[in-house]
Each structure stands twice: as structure tokens, then as C-alpha cells.
């Protein structure tokens, strides 16, 4: 089978977890092709991205002057006579949407791709399912967090991009909930596959004499929930508790959260460390007493679907703490696999930071307990096993 993976910007740092399933297909032998709407932005980039086998192909980023774009149609008609038809249904589709869908048809009959994967229920699935569409050929996507959370969506596009694909994933069981009761997604369309890993590049490092150092990482906006943790890091430090905090990642807020850390006169305790190569990451994790991911649901309603660094780090062995919304409450357990606080509730992030810090014993039980839970249920092999199933049961 050959599949292609349909993707806004590639490679980018924060999506780890699509580098992972398309490195566990070709480990299994699926060949892979990626097609990039847009090329990358980041300034860092994931070491395991080099890993990667599967040719890159970045379709026009900006519609052609208008011959051109006739020229392109006439090309894609000559083999697909439906493809204006196809075109007629799709009016809400931009003009660079429509290019590159017309662009990817045409590799897609000279490479004989046999199914269209897109990540996240955006433009990159709206160029999916218009080539599909063209070459008659089935298609799917993964729908993560923004793209079915964010208030400012078009829900009755994302609805249709449900309703034409054959199936779509997504990542928890809070997701599956929402899409069906919120969105009235039909429930035949949905399959749940949580974003797992390759356990052979998380070893479990043992908890032993770990200085007191707390480490979050993600991108540096509202649902990440990192002014919570700065807020907690200033109680921690009002009660005279020795620890050092980083927080990796860039973004939106970085100015906001550097004021934050002023105004608290934490500059001795707390640092913005801005991204780093995942190797780097892995390795400030592994030498952490914790990992906080203090995440909340943003005022325009953004929330993250199940972070990816929270399962990464439970994988490693540092114990987590992590919030009560959407996915997290699948992976972290209370009391067994981790700690859970009420979303934006400093005072309850300040007291299990304590805890932690006070009970070096505890925090290794959780630690082995969550290694337990994310080898049962985050294995990047099996779970994209379970994808190429999917992928077979249209060819």
C-alpha cells in the first residue's frame, strides 16, 4: 500500500507525533510519500525527522496568475474529466487550496497512491479531500485539538470534512465525546488512536537522587497554562521551598510570561528557555524531579487534545503533574499513575509540587506505574498498526 501524508508545514518542532507514525509505517514496510502545503517556519527541528525515508513534496504555496492555474486544471481534467465537477462542489475551498489539491492529484496518478492521510481537520484535510475526491481514491485525517476546539472554526466545514472522508482518528476518548455530542459527528466515522511512541527512544530512567528541578515544555500559549505555573513557582517561593523551574518553548506569550517571572522576582528560580533539539529535551526530563503540564482551556476555547510531552515524559520515568482536562485524565491517574489539579488553580499546582519534592519515594512509584501504563497504551507500533488496518479495509 502507499499512502501519502498530507501536512500544513513539514517538518515542524511541535509535531513530533506525526514524524513518529510515519517513521512506525515505514518500519513496517507501508510506503510513505509527504505532501507540505506550506514550507517549514521553525528555527529548531526534532533529531528523529532525519530518520525519516519518505521523499517530501511541497505543493504551491501561493495560487498561479491565472493562465497558469487554467493550464493546471486542463492538465489534472485530461486525466480525471470529473475534476471540474469535483471543483464545482467545492466553492468555499481558497484558490491555493484548489492549486495544490490539483497539484497533489497529479502526483497522485504518477506515484499510484492508494489512500490520502491529512493531519488536522484544516486546509491540509480540505486539500485532501478535494484530491481525493478528483482521483477517486479514499482519504482520511487525524483531528487533534484547535482544529475541532477552537471558537473560531467553521464547524460546518470541519462537519463536512467528516462526513466525506471514509474515517477520521482522533486522539482520546474526550475527543471522540466531543465530536459526537457537540459536533454530531456520526460515530462509525470516528476511531480513537492516541499519539504513541517509539519506547525503544524513551528508555525509563530510574528516579534516584534528582535535584529539585521542575521542567515544563510546550509552546508558550494560553492552553498550555504556563502564568498557572509561574504563579505556583512564586508560592513555592513565598514558603521558602528550594527548586528551579524551566520552561522550554516558544510562542505568543514568551513576553508576557517574562514579565510575569519579573514581576514575581523569580529570575533566580525560574527561567523561559526557549526551544531546544529534542535530544536536549529528553535529557533536561530524565534529569528532572518532575514534569508540570499545567493545562487549561483557553478563553477562545483552544485546549490541547492529550500533550505529547506529557506522555513522553511519563514514558522516561519523571514523575508528572498535569491538569483535569480533555485527554489528560487517559493517561495520568491521581495518586497512581501521576497527580492531577483543577485547571488554573496555582495554590493545588504549588501543593503537589510540594508533594513531590518531599516524597522522592512516592514520586518513583508513580513514575514506574505511568512507564506501566504508556508501554500498554502509547506504543507507536501498535496503535499505527491499528491505522494501516483502517487504511486496508477501503483499498
Known amino acids: 500500500m502507499h499512502v501519502a501524508y498530507v501536512v500544513k508545514r513539514y517538518p515542524r ?19 510513505v510519500r509527504i505532501y507540505a502545503l506550506l514550507p517549514p517556519q521553525d528555527s529548531h527541528f526534532q533529531d528523529i525527522i532525519s530518520q525519516v525515508k519518505a521523499p517530501v513534496c511541497y505543493l504551491s504555496a501561493k495560487a498561479e496568475r491565472a493562465t497558469p492555474f487554467w493550464e493546471l486544471q486542463k492538465r489534472a481534467a485530461a486525466i480525471y474529466p470529473s475534476s471540474w465537477q469535483v471543483l464545482s462542489q467545492h466553492q468555499d475551498a481558497s484558490a491555493r487550496e484548489i492549486t495544490q489539491a490539483l497539484e497533489l492529484a497529479l502526483h497522485i496518478h504518477k506515484h499510484q497512491i492508494d489512500h490520502l492521510h491529512a493531519h488536522f481537520a484544516t486546509t491540509s484535510t480540505t486539500v485532501t479531500n478535494i484530491a481525493a475526491q478528483i482521483c477517486q481514491i479514499p482519504f482520511s485525517f487525524t483531528a487533534h485539538a484547535k482544529d475541532i476546539f477552537h471558537q473560531d472554526n467553521d464547524y460546518n466545514l470541519v462537519k463536512k470534512k467528516f462526513s466525506s472522508a471514509q474515517f477520521a482518528v482522533t486522539v482520546s476518548d474526550y475527543n471522540v465525546d466531543y465530536l459526537i455530542n457537540e459536533l454530531e459527528i456520526e460515530p462509525s466515522k470516528l476511531v480513537r488512536i492516541y499519539n504513541g511512541l517509539d519506547l525503544n527512544q524513551f528508555p525509563f530512567s530510574p528516579y534516584n537522587n534528582r535535584p529539585p528541578h521542575i521542567i515544563a515544555v510546550g509552546r508558550l500559549v494560553e492552553k498550555k497554562g504556563f502564568s498557572d505555573l509561574i504563579h505556583a513557582c512564586a508560592l513555592l517561593k513565598q514558603r521558602g521551598t528550594i527548586f528551579h523551574c524551566d520552561i522550554i518553548g516558544e510562542g505568543d506569550q514568551k513576553r508576557q510570561l ?43 476555547n483552544n485546549q490541547d487534545g492529550l500533550p505529547t510531552v506529557l506522555v513522553e515524559s511519563m514514558a522516561l520515568g519523571t514523575p508528572c503533574i498535569s491538569t483535569d482536562v480533555t485527554g489528560i485524565p487517559e493517561v495520568i491517574e491521581h495518586n497512581k499513575t501521576g497527580l492531577m489539579c483543577e485547571q488554573h488553580s496555582p495554590e493545588e499546582l504549588a501543593a503537589a509540587i510540594s508533594q513531590l519534592l518531599s516524597s522522592p519515594e512516592q514520586a518513583e512509584k508513580y513514575a514506574q506505574n505511568a512507564r506501566m501504563q504508556i508501554e500498554q497504551r502509547f506504543n507507536i507500533h501498535s496503535n499505527t498498526e491499528i491505522l494501516r488496518k483502517q487504511f486496508l479495509k477501503f483499498q
Not at 13 to 31: C, D, K, P
Not at 281 to 300: L, N, Q, Y
Open 13 to 31: 518542532y511541535s509535531e513530533t507525533f506525526i514524524v513518529n507514525e510515519i517513521l512506525a509505517h515505514e518500519a513496517a514496510g507501508m510506503r
Open 258 to 300: 517574562a514579565d510575569l517571572i519579573q514581576n514575581y522576582d523569580l529570575g533566580s528560580c525560574v527561567q523561559l528557555i526557549g526551544p531546544l533539539p529534542q535530544a536536549q529535551v529528553k535529557k533536561r526530563i530524565c534529569e528532572s524531579a518532575m514534569f508540570v503540564a499545567p493545562c487549561v482551556i483557553g478563553t477562545d
